[in-house]
């Protein structure tokens, strides 16, 4: 790392310590800030951290809806997210006033929210998921009702596939992982044939069916570190790549197509992270009302064991 890098860093750090914060960062973060970061993890395992620790101030480091989910576990913290307009376009792809109406022509119905949507429509779902846990949240829930996922039709039919439910699903997706294609996969998987393809559940069916695994961001890091095998293609965001090789260096990871990149994910910088904890900025904060509403299906989520 470079001198600058270093002084960040260490400016960073010392901001911590002074102001009582911790800093989270989402495995798809830049490498540097992963680096400087408490913690680094998939959205179950950063909404956990946010729901249990002591610190006065949590500064997020990956998109806005996650900064919510700690603001919606945490109201007494302080939650910031180092830069304002790093958003997820799956997220906005459903609007609570859209999800409400779709509610009235299907009542009784069970709304399970991929953490990735806003507060507002956490607080129009009955019961969260991420994508550590959507079978395991899904197989939770009483088999005589009918389902709606939202937003992610992808995550979506990965989960009717695992737990034989039948499920309506909104028609979101991540273009990032949408745009993975069973060619490109094809093609990775000649020029390695013995690596084995790990995808997450965000990509789409016709990937996830040539996928040896399908996990979440650190349910890859988990599995890779313990399987016999020594090569990986990895069909999700390219920041993944860092930890996965930090945590295996005796392993070698492929990205499955070297443009899958979340542009939103790539916008924080460690020179953002030390202006937020000197200026103690942008502030993300949910409303109580539609906090108190939001956490019921957050927690719901959180009560389910994970497995990774
Ligand atoms: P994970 O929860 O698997 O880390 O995924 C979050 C995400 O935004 C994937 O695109
Ligand atoms: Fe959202 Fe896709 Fe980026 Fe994940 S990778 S934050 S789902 S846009």
Redesign the pocket.
């Known amino acids: 790392m470079a001198d600058e890098g270093r002084k960040l860093e260490k400016r960073i750090r010392g901001l911590l310590r002074e102001r009582k914060a911790i800093l989270l960062a989402h495995n ?1 973060q830049k490498p540097e800030v992963q680096d400087v970061a408490d913690l680094c993890g998939d959205s179950l395992e950063l909404s956990m951290k946010a729901a249990e620790t002591d610190a006065e101030i949590i500064v997020f480091c990956g ?1 806005h809806f996650m900064a919510e989910t700690a603001s919606i576990l945490s109201p007494d913290k302080t939650v910031l997210l180092p830069v304002k307009t790093a958003g ?4 906005d792809m459903i609007t609570a006033a859209q999800l409400k109406e779709r509610k009235e022509t299907m009542p009784d119905v069970v709304i399970v929210s991929y953490v ?1 949507t806003t507060a507002e429509v956490k607080a129009e779902s009955d019961l969260c998921c991420t994508s550590a846990n959507a079978v395991q949240v899904v197989n939770s829930i009483d088999p005589e009702k009918k389902i709606l996922m939202t937003p992610d039709k992808n995550l979506a039919q990965y989960t009717q596939r695992e737990t034989g439910r039948d499920i309506v699903y909104w028609e979101g997706y ?4 949408h745009n993975l294609t069973v060619e490109q996969v094809e093609s990775v998987r000649a020029a390695h044939p013995k690596a084995l393809f790990l995808a997450h559940p ?1 990509c789409s069916p016709q990937v996830l069916e040539l996928a040896d695994e399908v996990k979440s961001t650190s349910g890859m890091i988990a599995y890779a570190a313990r399987s016999d095998h020594r090569e990986f293609i990895i069909g999700t ?1 390219t920041g993944i790549l860092h930890p996965l090789s930090k945590a295996n260096p005796d392993k070698v990871f492929i990205p499955a197509d070297p443009r899958m990149i ?1 542009q ?2 790539k916008k924080t910088g460690l020179s953002e992270v030390a202006e937020a904890l000197e200026t103690m900025e942008p502030v993300v904060k949910v409303p109580e009302a539609i906090r108190i509403r939001a956490k019921q299906a957050v927690d719901r989520m959180l009560a389910i064991p994970r497995d990774a």
């Open positions: 798809y998109v997820c376009t799956m997220a990735n991540c273009s990032v992982h965000e965001e979340c939103d994910m």
